[in-house]
């Protein structure tokens, strides 16, 4: 499966953007989905999943003001980011895994190349 991500860009707090992931390759109903990020000096940090019937989780840190989808019909994975903080600074990575339990992405088997999400004060 190979993972082509996009969107990222230099945005003031409090606003918004989307990421785009494109997977190719593979079945994409097969797969769970979902996003990475990691910040200068820090340890990379999974931040939500999305299995094929809608499941999803998200991390505390981005609860209540991420969103993660998916579009079956363009084999696209999507992270709507709002009220964004400078602390959200970092490439993200968009990954999956073959299978339906969104637990399993914690150990990703495949990676997007990255994009990088800069937050200005």
């Known amino acids: 499966v190979q993972l082509q991500a996009s969107g990222g860009g230099l945005v003031q707090a409090g606003g918004s953007l989307r990421l785009s992931c494109a997977a190719s390759?593979?079945?994409?109903?097969?797969?769970?989905m979902g996003w990475f990020r990691q910040a200068p000096g820090k340890e990379r940090e999974f931040l939500t999943g999305i299995s094929d019937n809608g499941d999803t989780y998200y991390a505390d840190s981005v609860k209540g003001r991420f969103t993660i989808s998916r579009d079956a019909a363009k084999n696209t994975v999507y992270l709507q980011m709002n009220s964004l903080k400078p602390e959200d600074t970092a490439v993200y990575y968009c990954?999956?895994?073959?299978?339906?339990?969104?637990?399993?992405?914690?150990?990703?088997?495949?990676w997007g190349q990255g994009t990088l999400v800069t937050v200005s004060s």
């Open positions: 390759g593979g079945t994409f109903s097969y797969y769970v």
């Open positions: 990954a999956a895994r073959r299978g339906f339990r969104i637990a399993t992405l914690r150990s990703p088997a495949y």
